[in-house]
């Protein structure tokens, strides 16, 4: 599926069972929850936490791709509410990042 097809894809499941985009500023909040939900699980798997009781690696897995997920679900709806292409967002990014970063990493002793 491409990114736009994506988008069209939240765009109707919004119309369909979702009934109506929140607002652009609950959207924003709701992605802040979604990346604290990833923060938490990253935190636990990667970081010092742990989690309160024996967690399957597989189920790690699956617990942070769907955070993952719920997080461009978000990102797609606010994109789709501010009329935002993310395929042309996206090449832009990239321009921009190639541009601007062609030897900055390279140079980067620390890396």
């Not at 994506?6 to 109707?12: E, I, L, R």
């Not at 652009?24 to 909040?29: D, I, Q, S």
């Not at 935190?43 to 699956?62: H, L, N, T, W």
Request: hydrophobic share 35%; aromatic share 8%.
């Amino acid at each position: 599926m491409t990114i736009s097809e994506y988008q069209s894809k939240v765009d109707d499941w919004i119309k369909s069972f979702g009934v109506r985009y929140f607002s652009e500023l609950t959207n924003m909040a709701v992605l802040t929850e979604e990346v604290g939900e990833l923060s938490r699980l990253m935190a636990r798997e990667y970081g010092d936490q742990s989690f309160k009781s024996p967690v399957e690696p597989s189920d790690i897995k699956m617990m942070i791709s769907d955070e993952l997920a719920d997080i461009l679900f978000v990102v797609t709806c606010l994109s789709n509410q501010m009329d935002i292409d993310l395929e042309s967002a996206i090449a832009n990014n990239f321009d921009k990042k190639t541009n601007r970063d062609k030897t900055r990493h390279q140079d980067n002793s620390k890396l």
